[in-house]
C-alpha cells in the first residue's frame, strides 16, 4: 500500500525552507517501520503547489492522501484537498496536524456546553471537506485512518486512549523520517553551524492565556523521552547528515526535570567525538536557573528564545504569563552571565493593551537589551482562551468580545475564515502587517502603527540594535 504525505506551503514565511515539519515525519517513520510504502510531498516554499499536487496525482496509483496543516496553512491545505479531489475522485485526503487538533478541543468544549459556536461551525466545516479527520498524535491514529472503515474523526488527544503516546512510545518510536525529504534545501545556522531541527519532548503544562491548546492535552501534558533517547537522534543526525547544529523546537526545555543530565550527556558525546555542537532552544523564564544555564552551555547552547511576550506588569497579569516582569529580566541576566544569548519573543494585542502598556514593553526591552527580539500581534486562534470563550458583540456582526474576569479588560477580535485568510500571521514586514484584533484603548490601525514605529520586528538580517527601537 502506498501512502503519500503532503506538508503544505507557508506562504506567510518570508522563507520556508529554514524549519522542516517533523510531525508528518514522525507519521512516515512508524509507516515505514510498519513495511508501508511512502512518499512525502514537502511543498515548503514550493509556489506552484497545486501543479505540483497534480503532476503527482496524474503520475502515480497513489489514493490514500494525509495532509498536515497549521491554521496559517489551511488556505493552501483547502487548495491541495480540491487538487486531488479533481484528479483522484476515489482519493481518500485524511487532515492531521495542529489545526483540526485545536478546532477539535474548541468544539468539544461546545459540545459539553451544549452551544452551536464558531468552534462547532469550523469543525463542520472540516468534517465536510475531509474524509477522516486526525486530532491529536498521529503515529498510532494512523493506522486506524488507513482501515477499511474508520470514523470519521479519530481522537487521539484523549490521556487514556491508547492513541495517545506515553513516555514510553514516544522513546520506542523510530526518529523523524527525514531521508524522505530533501535536508540538503534546507538552511539554518546557530552561530554559522549549520543545524537541522529536532523536538525532545512535546507539551507545555502552563496556561497563558493567548495560547493555543489549553484544553488539548495533545499541547498541555508533558511527555518526555530518555536522555539517551533524545543524544541517539543528536547522534543519529551528526553521523547521518554530517550536522553540528540542533534547533530544539520543544515548547520549554526546563520543564524536564531532567534538563540537567540531558546537557551534560549531550556534551559527553561532544567529547566522544572530538567535536562541538552547537544549539539553541526554548526556555521558560520563571524556571531559569545559574545551573541549567551553565549546563546549557556546557551542552553547545549558544542561543536560547523565551516568550517574555510583555514588558508590562499589567500585561503579563492579564494573559496568566504566570512570569513577572522581574523574573524576565533575571532571566536575561542570568543568560548574559553564562555567555547565552537570548531572543525575546514579544507580542501586543493583549486585552487591556493601551499606548501605554506597549511602551513598557518598548522601554523594558531598551532596558534589558536582549541580543535579538520579535514582536507580533496577537490573532486569536481556534483553541486559545482568547476565540473559545470569546462571545459575539451584540451591535457589531463578525465582533467577537474575549473579557479578562480578573480585571474585566476586553479584547475584540474581526471574525476571520481561516480556510481562506492567513494575512493575520506575521504579516508583510516592509509595511503589509495586518492587525484583526483590537482593544478598548487601541484600534486596529493603532496597533500595527505602534509595531512599526515604536517596536519594529527585526529583519533577521540586520543587528537588533542597528534598527534601534524609536523613541
Given at each position: 500500500m502506498k501512502i503519500c504525505l503532503i506538508i503544505p506551503p507557508s506562504i506567510f514565511l518570508l522563507d520556508?525552507?529554514?524549519?522542516?515539519?517533523?510531525?508528518?515525519?514522525?507519521?512516515?517513520?512508524?509507516?515505514e517501520r510498519s513495511?508501508?510504502?511512502?512518499?512525502?510531498?514537502?511543498?515548503?516554499?514550493?509556489?506552484?503547489?497545486?501543479?505540483?499536487?497534480?503532476?503527482?496525482?496524474?503520475?502515480?496509483?497513489?489514493?490514500?492522501?494525509g495532509i498536515t496543516a497549521t491554521t496559517p496553512q489551511l488556505p493552501a491545505t483547502i487548495k491541495i484537498l480540491k487538487t486531488i479531489k479533481a484528479v483522484k475522485s476515489d482519493a481518500k485526503v485524511i487532515l492531521g496536524g495542529p489545526h483540526i487538533t485545536l478546532v477539535n478541543a474548541a468544539y468539544k468544549r461546545e459540545r459539553k456546553l451544549d452551544i452551536n459556536g464558531r468552534a462547532t461551525l469550523a469543525f463542520k466545516q472540516l468534517e465536510s471537506s475531509f474524509d477522516i479527520l486526525v486530532a491529536g498524535d498521529g503515529e498510532e491514529a494512523i493506522f486506524e485512518a488507513l482501515k477499511d472503515d474508520p470514523p470519521k474523526l479519530i481522537d487521539a488527544d484523549i490521556p487514556k486512549s491508547s492513541l495517545f503516546l506515553t513516555n514510553k512510545k514516544l522513546t520506542e518510536n523510530p526518529f523523524p523520517a527525514r531521508h524522505l525529504v530533501d535536508v540538503a534545501s534546507y538552511h539554518y545556522k546557530i552561530d554559522e553551524v549549520s543545524a537541522l531541527s529536532?523536538?525532545?519532548?512535546?507539551?507545555?503544562?502552563?496556561?497563558?492565556?493567548?495560547?493555543?491548546?489549553?484544553?488539548?492535552?495533545?499541547?498541555?501534558?508533558?511527555?518526555?523521552?530518555?536522555?539517551?533517547?533524545?543524544?541517539?537522534?543528536?547522534?543519529?543526525?551528526?553521523?547521518?547528515?554530517?550536522?553540528r547544529g540542533f534547533m530544539m523546537y520543544d515548547d520549554e526545555l526546563n520543564v524536564n526535570k531532567k534538563m540537567i543530565e540531558l546537557m551534560n550527556m549531550i556534551a559527553e558525546a561532544q567529547t566522544r567525538l572530538n567535536t562541538e555542537f552547537r544549539l539553541r532552544g526554548f526556555i521558560k523564564a520563571e524556571l531559569f536557573t545559574d545551573e541549567q544555564a551553565e549546563a546549557m552551555y556546557r551542552a553547545g547552547f549558544r542561543w536560547i528564545l523565551t516568550g517574555f511576550e510583555s514588558g508590562s506588569p499589567k500585561i503579563l497579569?492579564?494573559?496568566n504569563k504566570k512570569a513577572s516582569q522581574e523574573d524576565n529580566t533575571r532571566c536575561i541576566e542570568i543568560a548574559r552571565k553564562h555567555?547565552?544569548?537570548?531572543?525575546?519573543?514579544?507580542?501586543?494585542?493583549?486585552?487591556?493593551?493601551?499606548?501605554?502598556?506597549?511602551?513598557?514593553?518598548?522601554?523594558?526591552?531598551?532596558?534589558?537589551?536582549?541580543?535579538?527580539?520579535?514582536?507580533?500581534?496577537?490573532?486569536?486562534?481556534?483553541?486559545?482562551?482568547?476565540?473559545?470563550y470569546a462571545v459575539p458583540h451584540r451591535d457589531k456582526p463578525g465582533i467577537w468580545i474575549y473579557?479578562?474576569?480578573?480585571?474585566?479588560?476586553?479584547?475584540?477580535?474581526?471574525?476571520?475564515?481561516?480556510?481562506?485568510?492567513?494575512?493575520?500571521?506575521?504579516?508583510?514586514?516592509?509595511g503589509g502587517y495586518q492587525s484583526f484584533v483590537y482593544t478598548d484603548y487601541l484600534t486596529p490601525k493603532e496597533l500595527v502603527d505602534l509595531r512599526h514605529t515604536k517596536i519594529h520586528t527585526i529583519n533577521p538580517n540586520f543587528k537588533v540594535w542597528d534598527f534601534y527601537l524609536i523613541k
Open positions: 520556508e525552507r529554514v524549519f522542516m515539519t517533523l510531525g508528518i515525519l514522525k507519521v512516515a517513520a512508524v509507516l513495511g508501508a510504502s511512502v512518499d512525502v510531498i514537502d511543498l515548503s516554499g514550493i509556489q506552484n503547489y497545486e501543479s505540483a499536487i497534480e503532476d503527482y496525482c496524474l503520475n502515480s496509483e497513489t489514493i490514500i492522501f529536532m523536538i525532545a519532548q512535546l507539551g507545555c503544562p502552563f496556561e497563558c492565556g493567548f495560547c493555543g491548546g489549553r484544553a488539548s492535552p495533545f499541547l498541555r501534558k508533558v511527555r518526555t523521552r530518555t536522555s539517551e533517547n533524545i543524544v541517539a537522534e543528536i547522534l543519529h543526525i551528526y553521523h547521518t547528515y554530517g550536522i497579569e492579564n494573559i555567555g547565552l544569548k537570548i531572543k525575546a519573543l514579544m507580542s501586543i494585542g493583549h486585552p487591556g493593551e493601551s499606548n501605554e502598556t506597549v511602551m513598557e514593553t518598548r522601554d523594558w526591552l531598551l532596558n534589558v537589551r536582549p541580543d535579538d527580539f520579535d514582536v507580533t500581534i496577537i490573532t486569536t486562534y481556534p483553541g486559545t482562551p482568547y476565540y473559545d473579557t479578562y474576569e480578573k480585571s474585566g479588560d476586553r479584547l475584540y477580535s474581526i471574525e476571520i475564515d481561516y480556510a481562506k485568510i492567513a494575512d493575520y500571521y506575521k504579516g508583510d514586514p516592509d
